[in-house]
């Protein structure tokens, strides 16, 4: 009898949910004020676990087996909790929720790994939902990320935004994660986010969290500057096709703020497709495509000295290629002076001092393709397996035209990347394992692909043929002679040497640059062929069931880089690099004191198999409630960052005998043979090719790289007033003990004589990645008010400071933070019959700030910046469309983001948007 009970139990269980006697509960949800349907709303039975969404038109069916009489709980952020009794399954229900206030409804997951209010985080935490991006003055969800408390941003072109916190600002920042849906977003090889290039298209964020500083506890050895993780849609909830539809105008008055590009169409493209095909099984599609003419980097200061083009004949621009190539004439001269003795009083004055001459350089307009374009798609199967296991499957693949900054401007022409999904998980647990691919495609190193076709259409000397430099000592006597002045025969000299240059845009030129850029760099060109591929797997548990008395949650995870560049990214000739990491971690969390106190630690293990000992994370909080919705939180984390592939094992050509490099032995002593030929530091290189005195040359010491580590202490306090003030202030202090930054070096392949110093073409230079032995300390403090003004008007105010102390002065730091951000907003969402009207505007303001761009592309003070954003938009409720009609820096007072990258105008826009939620 009782097998027969337990048998029967089984077969219940197990049963598929349409074998059972089902009823089905039928009705629509409404705003109560606009009459509008309120999609995307919890529909639960109290006391249950049957639940359901409204669709995209406020409908909803919901199946249970639970007998009459029953309660509905309807629920949605943005609106009040409502019970509905249910008296007869044939009643289809009609449902009016009342709207109310967001503020301190938000909930976040990413400081804890659990759903818990945003009020109660216990480490700061900035959000973004899908309603702020509907309601938005930005274009996408990137230029939002711009606004939040903490947060610096680098643009480098339309479709390339780079994120950081708490300074430590650069393009391609390795020590930032950004996580979407669960699955680590950086570049295989490159280790940095990958930004909107393969994230969420913008029609299915459903959030997005920041955390500011430290979160290597929770998310990983990259998360020293924070993490960024977002959330799709998931297509039970949010359901129906979306279109949105923008087209705009930029570089509008282009000439008058020093831009080459005329005024020029902007177009950005979304479509969202969702259905729920049944209780089981739910599907989503998105596609988005942008494309528009860039932003253009054409920053012309002198990185050589104080002149210009005209009255400097050693110049070299910022954002001018090929004219980092510069040789000391006077070996020519003193050639000629030989020759002819006659010419001695035309040289012997000059051979006074050292004369350093550049090539040509050609600027970014014209030579890099400004065409920038992104499409991105993505397709998500899910299938419930019972009401708490769910199965997902799911594909990103991104492709485009950008370009990005760091040791020079690359263009990323024709990248693919694709992320591939698995995942089961439950309330409790998940198993998920993804792999991310990655083509380079055919990019362009701006730098030496201009050094490169110098070399190509004249060589800059050879003994038997002579060369542009001859030419040019050729040409400044011949000017001289004619009583020319030094300057004006400087520049008669180089109109002589550049006969036969190939001019900007024309057949010839084209063809050498994509001959050069075609050509892999193992094979004398610029082309680096990166192949690489990530795989990674994970399982967490939450204890909840098990452990009553508190909250204990436990993880693993393993990846693997297959590192794959065929030797132009990385040493890796003969077979691609594997390297593996492994990491475990526990979190512990327990309430107290009737719950007022909250007390969490965390801890995790991480090996990676490039560094021989394992490293050990921590993480310890407490959040107190000091009164209702008043909450004191403080935290302390300890962080341990394994150097990235890049910071390793990197060696990419930055320019001719020039390489952007990693810091681990197996590069510097196996490829560059720093043991056998040591390095100099490359100023004092510099100050001997200036003195001719040996003395002066420094030798680096180096070792191996090893992993950086921050202690790092937060207090804050957070909140809400009356339901209707949110006020959150905090401070923070960071240690940083063998802290990765950057140095110039240079070394003398194959000799030590240091004479080889005076000739580039015999000595070569590295930006090399390396250990700081001082200690590092940074800190800040940072505030935030959030108002509801009521009448749906709200506005917003947050303001923060970062600093750097006891800076390392031998590194480069990319600290390239400005001394205080201050960013505004004030908007209504809804106003005027049936609220149809909304509007949002938004203010930027940062000074003035130093910013270094590691690898020796350039230095300088980025300008004071204000930018206001603004839209107004227009809701047809019976098309269940909205118009939007905007500009994002409505001043057209063009600014900058970093030192090399591109000066960034207005974009004036009008938006279509179709059943957008």
């Known amino acids: 009898m009782n097998k027969i009970m337990l048998l029967s139990l089984m077969l219940y269980f197990f049963m598929p949910d349409s074998v059972r006697a089902q009823n089905l509960i039928k009705g629509s949800v409404k705003n109560n004020v606009t009459k509008e349907a309120a999609y995307a709303v919890s529909v639960r039975i109290k006391n249950g676990n049957e639940g359901t969404y409204t669709d995209d038109r406020g409908r909803f069916q919901l199946k249970t087996t639970k007998k009459l009489p029953l309660t509905l709980l309807i629920s949605s952020i943005g609106f009040e909790p409502k019970e509905v009794a249910v008296q007869n399954f044939s009643e289809t229900l009609d449902i009016n929720l009342e709207p109310a206030s967001m503020l301190g409804q938000e909930v976040v997951v990413s400081a804890s790994r659990t759903v818990q209010k945003k009020l109660a985080s216990p480490v700061t935490i900035e959000q973004i939902s899908s309603k702020d991006i509907v309601n938005s003055p930005q274009l996408n969800y990137m230029d939002m990320i711009q606004g939040l408390k903490g947060v610096d941003v680098t643009v480098s072109s339309i479709g390339f935004t780079s994120i950081s916190t708490r300074g430590f600002n650069t393009s391609g920042n390795t020590n930032f994660t950004q996580i979407v849906d669960g699955m680590d977003n950086q570049a295989p090889g490159l280790n940095f986010p990958l930004g909107s290039a393969i994230s969420l298209t913008q029609l299915d964020v459903d959030n997005i969290e920041v955390l500011s500083g430290a979160s290597s506890a929770l998310y990983g050895s990259r998360g020293l500057n924070g993490t960024m993780v977002m959330t799709g849609k998931n297509p039970f909830k949010y359901q129906g096709l979306s279109v949105l539809v923008t087209q705009g105008l930029n570089h509008v008055n282009s000439k008058n703020n020093n831009d080459p590009v005329p005024a020029s169409p902007y177009y950005d493209w979304a479509v969202r497709y969702a259905k729920k095909v ?125 370009v990005y900054t760091n040791d020079t401007r690359y263009q990323l022409k024709g990248f693919k990347v694709g992320q591939y999904r698995a995942e089961v998980k439950s309330d409790n647990w998940f198993v998920r394992a993804y792999t ?25 000397y050879d003994g038997n043929v002579g060369g542009w430099y001859p030419e040019y000592t050729m040409g400044l006597l011949t000017a001289l002679a004619g009583g020319a002045s030094l300057t004006d025969a400087n520049l008669a000299a180089r109109g002589f040497a550049d006969q036969g240059r190939p001019e900007l845009g024309s057949q010839r030129f084209n063809h050498l640059r994509d001959s050069i850029s075609g050509t892999p760099i193992s094979e004398g060109g610029t082309l680096f062929l990166d192949r690489s591929k990530l795989y990674n797997a994970e399982a967490q548990y939450n204890f909840a069931e098990e452990i009553k008395f508190m909250s204990v949650i436990a993880g693993v995870n393993w990846r693997l880089y297959s590192l794959n560049s ?19 971690y526990v979190q512990l969390a327990k309430r107290v004191l009737d719950d007022k106190l909250s007390l969490s630690t965390s801890f995790r293990y991480d090996k990676n198999t490039l560094f021989s000992d394992p490293k050990v994370t921590s993480r310890a909080s407490m959040v107190y409630e000091v009164a209702k919705e008043n909450f004191i939180r403080f935290s302390y984390q300890n962080a341990y960052s394994f150097p990235s592939n890049i910071q390793s094992l990197q060696s990419t050509m930055n320019g001719i005998n020039s390489y952007s490099s990693g810091g681990s032995a197996l590069l510097l002593n196996g490829s560059y043979e720093f043991d056998k030929y040591p390095p100099y530091t490359l100023e004092s ?169 590691s690898g020796g592309l350039a230095t300088g003070d980025v300008p004071s910046s204000a930018v206001i954003d603004a839209q107004i938009s227009y809701k047809l409720i019976k098309a269940r469309s909205g118009i939007r009609l905007g500009a994002t820096n409505i001043t057209n007072k063009y600014y900058s983001t970093g030192i090399a990258n591109p000066n960034i105008g207005a974009v004036y826009y009008v938006t279509y948007a179709y059943n957008i939620f």
């Open 278 to 402: 049944n209780e089981k099984f739910a599907f989503k599609v998105n596609m988005q495509y942008t494309q528009a003419k860039d932003w253009v980097a054409n920053d012309m200061t002198n990185k050589n000295g104080p002149g210009n083009a005209l009255t400097d004949p050693n110049y070299n621009g910022v954002n001018m290629y090929g004219s980092s190539t510069s040789v000391n004439i006077n070996p020519f001269l003193q050639a000629a002076l030989a020759g002819d003795p006659n010419l001695a009083p035309l040289i012997e004055p000059l051979l006074a001092k050292e004369n350093y001459v550049a090539r040509t350089g050609y600027p970014e307009y014209g030579y890099l393709d400004n065409k920038a374009k992104l499409f991105k798609a993505n397709a998500e199967l899910r299938y419930k397996f019972n009401s708490k296991v769910e199965g997902i499957l799911s594909g990103t693949y991104g492709t485009g035209n950008i």
């Open 436 to 460: 991310t691919s990655e083509n380079s495609g055919n990019t362009v190193i701006a730098g030496p692909t201009a050094q490169l076709m110098n070399e190509a259409w004249k060589t800059s």
């Open 566 to 584: 065929k030797n132009t990214l990385f040493p890796d000739k003969n077979k691609p690099i594997n390297v593996k990491e492994y990491s475990a």
């Open 685 to 853: 290189v510099q100050k001997y090719q200036d003195t001719g005195d040996p003395g002066v040359l420094e030798r680096f010491e180096y070792n191996d790289i090893k992993p950086q580590s921050v202690n790092a202490f937060e207090l804050g306090y957070a909140a809400l007033i009356g339901k209707r003030v949110i006020f959150d202030v905090l401070g923070y202090f960071s240690t940083w003990k063998n802290f990765i930054g950057y140095a110039n070096v240079a070394n003398t392949p194959g000799t030590n004589d240091l004479n080889a110093f005076k000739d580039h073409s015999t000595y070569t230079q590295y930006n090399i990645a390396f250990n700081g032995g001082q200690t590092v300390n940074t800190y800040g403090y940072a505030a935030s008010l959030s108002v509801d003004l009521g009448y749906n008007f709200m506005t917003k105010v947050n303001y923060f400071s970062d600093h750097l102390k006891n800076k390392n002065d031998s590194q480069v730091n990319n600290f390239n933070t400005p001394s205080y951000h201050v960013n505004l907003e004030f908007g209504n969402s809804g106003f005027g019959k049936r609220q149809v009207w909304s509007f949002n505007t938004s203010l930027r303001y940062k000074p003035g700030y130093l910013y270094v761009v």
